[in-house]
């Protein structure tokens, strides 16, 4: 395999890592490998490779194994463990490091079905939770118990897109002895020096902007070389596993990573800028835009070039969630559905309200996600405007509607 060069720009990273280098002849890519058994010619070889990776499909091959090597490269670890979802990835590093009686901080904004499974299985097995304002910072000193055991930050934070503090909370977590785990599918595996900022496992959606196609989906999960044995030792229990197939379609994926995301931000500054200007629009949370919240930190933090396309905006409050309903209806080239990262553009309605335990009484105006992709942004924008134009039509109906009764009650009063 291909020595990643330190010096190498990331670009030419994405392009070069996880393959053989100038000496390899043939294809460019890796065999796209679909196995279950793997033949040996007799018993021993048998013996000799028992122990080794590769004896069985389940231990992946010489495509999923392209694939890990890459992604170690993209984002400076020293493991990488692929699953089947982007939310298994988060399940099988919850239960790899937390046991029963410990405690575990997790970040209020989180995924939602990242709540569920701490609600769920984590709570039959005896772990308590304690959610945290994603705002916090070094206030976590004030949450951690002597059994906590890991701080989980997503970052921003899902629907509401809070920026965090990450080094201040990890400053906090480790010198009590606690591991911090991120959900850092926003931030892609290049967007971030996640371990240089104090992360110990690094978890991917690669059914967002790694796979970028929505035609697969797989998670990720990226470590240092002291937690990769823990790690593998659960991942293995649980038989967890990916396709060849799969493997194939994210290493396709992770080779215009840094290409795809350079339009999806382009594309999406222009699109928040111009959402911004809308009257109906109260604010746009899109941390990369300046004067959008907690753009202090995520230039301090994050990779500015490489933002990526997702991004909430809130309504003003006589908005209603019909008139809202009726844009999203209204625009032709963003799609309704979930997921993200793609290379089509999505929209949402979004309610963030019903899934928090903190300030959930911040967030009643109501409210889109969009994800903005690699169409013409002028189309996206034309779309849009369609969009407002029907939300318009019913502000102005709405209002007509209300004056006779206006009208009545000024003719008693005289
Ligand atoms: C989509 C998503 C996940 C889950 O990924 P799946 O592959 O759909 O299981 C986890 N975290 C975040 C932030 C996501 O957006």
Redesign the pocket.
């Known amino acids: 395999m291909h020595k990643p060069t330190p010096q190498w720009q990331m670009d030419t990273l994405l392009t070069h890592a996880g393959r053989k280098g100038k000496a390899h002849s043939g294809p460019v890519n890796p065999p796209v490998i679909r196995a279950s058994t793997m033949l040996f010619p007799n018993v021993a070889a048998l013996n000799k490779a028992s122990g080794t990776r590769g004896i069985y499909g389940r231990h992946g091959n010489e495509t999923t194994h392209a694939l890990e090597h890459a992604l170690c490269a993209a984002e400076g670890a020293a493991a990488c463990l692929l699953t089947p979802?982007?939310?298994s990835a988060?399940t099988t590093t919850l239960l790899a490091l937390l046991q029963p009686g410990d405690h575990l901080l997790m970040v209020d904004t989180t995924?939602d079905p990242t709540r569920l499974f701490c609600e769920g299985m984590l709570k039959q097995i005896g772990v308590s939770t304690t959610y945290y304002d994603p705002l916090i910072g070094a206030g976590i000193s004030a949450l951690m118990q002597p059994n906590t055991k890991v701080v989980f930050v997503?970052s921003p934070g899902?629907l509401t897109f809070e920026v965090q503090d990450i080094p201040a909370i990890a400053k906090i977590a480790h010198a009590q002895g606690a591991l911090v785990v991120s959900?850092s599918?926003?931030a892609t595996p290049i967007g971030w020096s996640s371990f240089e900022l104090g992360i110990d496992v690094s978890l991917h959606?690669a059914?967002?902007y790694i796979v970028g196609h929505s035609d697969a989906?797989?998670?990720i999960i990226l470590t240092t070389a002291a937690l990769a044995e823990r790690l593998r030792c659960t991942y293995k229990q649980l038989g967890l596993t990916i396709s060849g197939d799969d493997a194939a379609l994210a290493l396709r994926g992770l080779r215009t990573l840094s290409a795809r995301l350079a339009m999806h931000r382009s594309s999406a500054h222009q699109i928040a800028t111009w959402l911004k200007a809308q009257p109906e629009i109260a604010e746009v949370l899109y941390p990369p835009m300046e004067g959008s919240a907690g753009h202090a930190i995520w230039k301090r933090d994050f990779r500015p070039e490489y933002a990526c396309g997702l991004m909430g905006a809130v309504f003003r409050a006589d908005i209603s969630e019909e008139q809202v309903a009726a844009l999203i209806d209204r625009t032709e080239l963003f799609g309704i559905g979930f997921?993200w990262g793609g290379f089509e553009s999505l929209i949402l309605p979004t309610a963030p309200r019903h899934c928090r335990s903190i300030n959930a009484e911040h967030w009643q105006a109501p409210m889109m996600r969009l994800h903005v992709g690699l169409e013409g942004v002028q189309d996206l924008i034309s779309d849009l405007e369609c969009g407002f134009d029907v939300l318009r039509t019913m502000q102005v109906k709405q209002a007509t509607m209300t004056m006779p009764i206006n009208t009545t009650s000024h003719k008693t009063a005289a």
């Open positions: 979802s982007g939310l988060i995924y997503e899902s959900d599918t926003w959606a059914t967002k989906l797989m998670g997921s």
